[in-house]
């Protein structure tokens, strides 16, 4: 059984920073698309952003847009969400997902749909709060 292993939540203070990693050996690999999708309580499900390829264009929401960044560790597979100037609307859990694609749905963003990922993670949660 594949087991995303999810690291790097924590709470933070507005303004500050945090690292999440992503890895599952070649699950994580380029050929798979990995994305970070995040739930806050009484909030529906946003896809924070995604990466397959180191030729692709990462996808982010407007919401991090310039403050979050997605890159790939291709040596050790894993993939890493980087988030500065963090924000108390920021805090949720954030899931790690892998899948063929980044899906961009419309008008809607990321698709964050479970059918979607054939791999989830088990969350890890960020607070952003003085």
């Known amino acids: 059984q594949v087991q995303l292993v999810e690291s790097g939540g924590g709470l933070v203070q507005p303004g500050g920073s945090l690292r999440l990693s992503c890895a599952a050996g070649?699950?994580?690999?380029?050929?798979?698309?990995v994305a970070w999708i995040r739930q806050a309580p009484w909030k529906a499900r946003e896809g924070v952003s995604c990466?397959?390829?180191?030729?692709?264009?990462?996808y982010y929401a407007d919401s991090v847009k310039g403050r979050f960044t997605i890159f790939r560790n291709n040596f050790n597979n894993t993939v890493y969400l980087q988030m500065d100037s963090l924000k108390p609307e920021d805090t949720a859990t954030y899931y790690c997902?892998?899948?063929?694609?980044?899906?961009?749905?419309?008008?809607?963003?990321?698709?964050?749909?479970?059918?979607?990922?054939?791999?989830w993670g088990q969350g890890t949660q960020v607070t952003v709060s003085s």
């Open positions: 070649e699950i994580t690999s380029e050929q798979n698309a």
């Open positions: 997902a892998v899948g063929r694609r980044c899906l961009v749905g419309g008008g809607n963003g990321l698709v964050t749909a479970d059918h979607e990922y054939d791999y």
């Open positions: 990466i397959k390829s180191r030729f692709g264009i990462p």
